[in-house]
């Protein structure tokens, strides 16, 4: 191995070319092996963090696998293989690795193209990881630090402030991860001088290192133009564009540019995230800038259609639930018209009401934000100036048990400002003459359907002003980050957390898998929905229902498919006979009112 040291950032890791790694503290060394390293570890704030990297004969990284929050992440074959969830009672299989398309987002990290890179940020680390993709593997990897960390860390990269010889030599023997059929190369020399005879002034006593690192970077990879390039591609940069090497590195080591697909054109210096029709405007600071493919000038990606087409801004298409709209396209719902203008709808004024849903445990507010209550409670689902809706959950199952409203009126002054009626065998409604719809579903099981053009103040059901991000406001005006100690500051009286997650019954959780799949069919009953309603949400609360019934599966499962068709036939879609289908038949209407305990009371109480 040869040592050499420079200044550079001091929170960046780089591997780059075949072997060579810069470190948090700026030295440089060179390891081939096809051996797996530990590149970094360190554990920051109770979250772990473990890269590992390979490679390959060629001299590539071949397999990078990436431990952030025990959420893994692979990059292999081209491809990006994130650690998929455990299901049920599933603990002790290993979880399953899925391939993701870009952007990717999950809690814990973003992964999105980085102009010809791709980027992995995490969202409970300071870091990220860069890489650069090419046939056969990747050619430059780096690790960035937005702070300093120095407990704790090993691997490759080291740890900022520590250095000297012997500590790079232990950082190679404490990394190194060996296995029967790898092996460590010795280098030997080969021919650099030409490319270091135009960085002298950049490097200037530096240069005789970074020969030797260079010879011993392309010893047996000659014939590698990804190898060679990636080494003098990163020289240049550091040497950074005002340097004489800049401009002719890749004429003087016959180094291609990167191939842009369709129209983009490469920029050694272009905005990372390329202006398309979804984000013509994208945030980038000068600094941003990078290695990238872009769209001429005046001209931004249609991202929504394949083949990588620039267009002006203005010939932009729309897409609606999956499908593309040309500009000037109109598509009108039951609630609205929309026209395509510049890439984006222009919707006119929403008319229909707005709607809360409380379908069991799971709650859909006024303004389209969607959670689930955390215990078997009493609490207020709404309430405005002189009204209130409070809901109370049966204590054996997460099913809505009684429905109360509650009119702050003078008692003579009742039947003036709400009509109760039964509007079918299984739905109650009640319409108020302040602007207010409620639809309760009494059979086979209890919901709220809660209907209004008006403001709405407080409550499960948000505050209806058409912004989700302060839907979680508390009884004491606190606006919290999750459903769960927001929904227990709308409890009336004490509350447990007490309906479980996950599904806690392996013969329900196959029932529900089997059963729940009817609504995402392409071809199905449902299928004639799927454009105007999102189907993933309902299939999800369909199986965790469907799981968690403690009795009665199809009966739980038959109302979890209702609340697809209710929001089909809210929006004018009649999905047919979904219920002969599904053989949900049997629970379409009342054969004995008596047999069912559900009950909706309307309290009205004076104001004194």
């Not at 990059?75 to 399953?96: A, D, H, P, W, Y």
């Not at 449902?526 to 609360?541: N, R, S």
Request: with cysteine; aromatic share 12%.
């Amino acid at each position: 191995y040869t040592f050499h040291r420079f200044i550079i950032s001091f929170y960046t890791c780089r591997t780059f070319g075949s072997g060579v790694v810069q470190t948090f503290n700026g030295t440089v060394f060179y390891v081939s092996s096809t051996c797996p390293f530990t590149l970094t570890h360190f554990t920051h704030n109770r979250v772990e963090c473990d890269i590992t990297t390979w490679r390959g004969e060629t001299g590539l990284l071949v397999r990078v696998e990436i431990i952030i929050n025990k959420i893994r992440t692979v990059l292999q074959n081209g491809s990006i293989l994130v650690e998929g969830k455990r299901f049920g009672r599933q603990k002790k299989k290993k979880k399953r690795l899925k391939n993701v398309w870009l952007p990717y987002d999950h809690t814990y990290q973003h992964i999105f193209h980085y102009g010809v890179y791709t980027k992995l940020r995490s969202s409970v680390l300071p870091l990220s990881v860069t890489w650069h993709s090419v046939p056969g593997g990747i050619d430059s990897l780096w690790v960035e630090l937005e702070q300093e960390l120095n407990s704790g860390m090993t691997g490759l990269c080291g740890a900022p402030g520590v250095a000297g010889m012997w500590c790079e030599q232990q950082l190679i023997a404490d990394s190194v991860l060996p296995e029967d059929t790898c092996r460590i190369r010795d280098p030997l020399s080969t021919v650099c001088r030409l490319f270091m005879s135009y960085t002298l002034d950049c490097l200037q006593t530096r240069t005789p290192h970074y020969m030797q690192l260079c010879e011993e970077n392309i010893y047996s990879y000659e014939q590698s133009e990804y190898i060679r390039c990636a080494f003098f591609k990163e020289v240049a940069q550091q040497c950074g564009k005002n340097s004489y090497v800049w401009d002719i590195w890749r004429a003087v080591t016959k180094c291609d540019e990167p191939q842009c697909p369709g129209d983009l054109l490469y920029k050694e210096l272009g905005e990372p995230f390329v202006p398309s029709c979804s984000s013509p405007n994208p945030r980038a600071s000068h600094q941003d800038l990078i290695a990238s493919c872009v769209c001429p000038k005046g001209k931004v990606l249609n991202d929504h259609e394949d083949g990588y087409q620039c267009v002006s801004v203005s010939d932009c298409p729309c897409v609606f639930a999956g499908r593309s709209y040309a500009a000037g396209d109109i598509r009108s719902t039951k609630c609205q018209s929309c026209v395509c203008h510049d890439g984006k709808w222009r919707c006119s004024e929403n008319w229909c009401p707005s709607r809360c849903l409380i379908e069991g445990q799971f709650v859909t507010t006024f303004d389209g934000k969607q959670y689930a209550i955390p215990g078997k409670c009493e609490y207020v689902a709404s309430q405005g100036l002189n009204w209130t809706i409070l809901i109370q959950f049966s204590e054996k199952a997460p099913s809505l048990k009684t429905v109360i409203l509650e009119l702050f009126q003078v008692k003579w002054l009742l039947w003036n400002h709400a009509l109760v009626f039964w509007q079918s065998s299984m739905y109650v409604q009640v319409q108020t003459s302040f602007g207010m719809k409620i639809q309760v579903q009494m059979s086979p099981e209890i919901q709220l359907y809660d209907y209004t053009f008006q403001s709405v103040f407080a409550g499960l059901c948000g505050n209806n002003n058409a912004d989700t991000t302060d839907d979680f406001t508390t009884s004491s005006g606190i606006i919290e980050n999750s459903a769960q100690p927001f929904a227990v500051s709308w409890s009336v009286g004490a509350c447990s957390v007490n309906i479980p997650s996950p599904c806690i019954n392996a013969d329900n959780e196959i029932f529900a898998d089997e059963k729940c799949s009817v609504l995402r069919d392409p071809t199905g009953i449902f299928a004639k929905c799927h454009d105007l309603i999102p189907v993933e949400h309902y299939h999800t609360v369909c199986i965790q229902r469907t799981c968690n019934c403690g009795s009665g599966l199809r009966q739980c499962l038959c109302v979890a498919l209702a609340s697809y068709a209710t929001a089909c036939a809210s929006q004018g879609v009649l999905v047919g006979d979904w219920r002969k289908v599904t053989n949900c038949s049997e629970f379409n209407c009342n054969k004995n009112e008596n047999e069912h305990a559900y009950v909706v009371h309307l309290l009205y109480s004076s104001a004194h």
